[in-house]
């Protein structure tokens, strides 16, 4: 109780709060959170084979390393909402409603947060993304990292897992965290092109 109590008030205090969040005060949650649990959910703001993000199964091992192995957006989609078994969701909870995500479509929306623009010709005309860095409009503004950070999320590259990437998902449906996301100062992004050290992906 004293846990779910706790993940409760931050999770609040992220998404409601219109001040800017000072990320050393989240440097350490996850790992709180990774106490007996050794595999969850995730996904990274680069494309994948199939999607404009990449979606994962993270597996955390003893020494301290990650393997991810790459699932689709409906396997990570089935997955969460517990309508698929694996290890990373034993009991076949529905993370979505867990966090109180109302649509969990929400998902398909996450590459607003790197782009200005959708980034393929489609026949419709799809809603503008939230980037507002006008000299990289594929990628966050260094502010608005800031605030991706919170999530875990320092670079593209990084991996979004666990109760974070739920946390990002239903912040993405709050107008107030939308708008101060959107709003961020325009700056240079180049230097969050950077990849991660030595972990091991599996397509």
């Keep these: 109780m004293k846990k779910t109590a706790t993940l ?3 999770f609040l205090c992220l998404c409601f709060s219109v001040k800017a969040q000072d990320d050393e005060g989240f440097a350490t949650f996850g790992e709180d959170l990774i106490e007996d649990q050794k595999d969850f959910l995730g996904f990274m703001l680069l494309p994948g084979s199939s999607d404009l993000m990449r979606f994962y199964q993270v597996h955390i091992n003893k020494d301290g390393s990650f393997k991810y192995t790459q699932l ?3 396997s990570f989609v089935n997955r969460a909402a517990g309508r698929e078994r ?3 969701n034993p009991n076949g909870v529905n993370f979505f409603s867990q966090f109180g995500i109302k649509n969990p479509g929400i998902v398909g929306e996450l590459w607003k947060l790197r782009y200005k623009e959708y980034p393929y010709q489609t026949k419709g005309q799809p809603e503008p993304g939230w980037s507002n860095n006008a000299e990289y409009p594929e ?6 990292f800031e605030m991706l950070k ?3 999320i320092e670079r593209l590259s990084s991996v979004c897992y666990g109760d974070l990437c ?4 239903s912040c993405m449906e709050n107008h107030d965290w939308v708008s101060r996301y959107k709003g961020q ?3 240079n992004g180049g230097e969050n ?11």
Aim: net charge negative; proline share 6%.
């Design 8 to 10: 409760i008030i931050f």
């Design 72 to 74: 689709t957006m409906d």
């Design 86 to 88: 694996t290890i990373a």
């Design 139 to 144: 990628m966050p503004s260094p502010a608005q």
């Design 150 to 152: 919170q999530f875990g």
């Design 166 to 169: 739920f946390m990002l998902l």
């Design 185 to 187: 100062a325009l700056s």
């Design 193 to 203: 092109f950077s990849s991660d050290g030595d972990d091991v992906f599996v397509d």
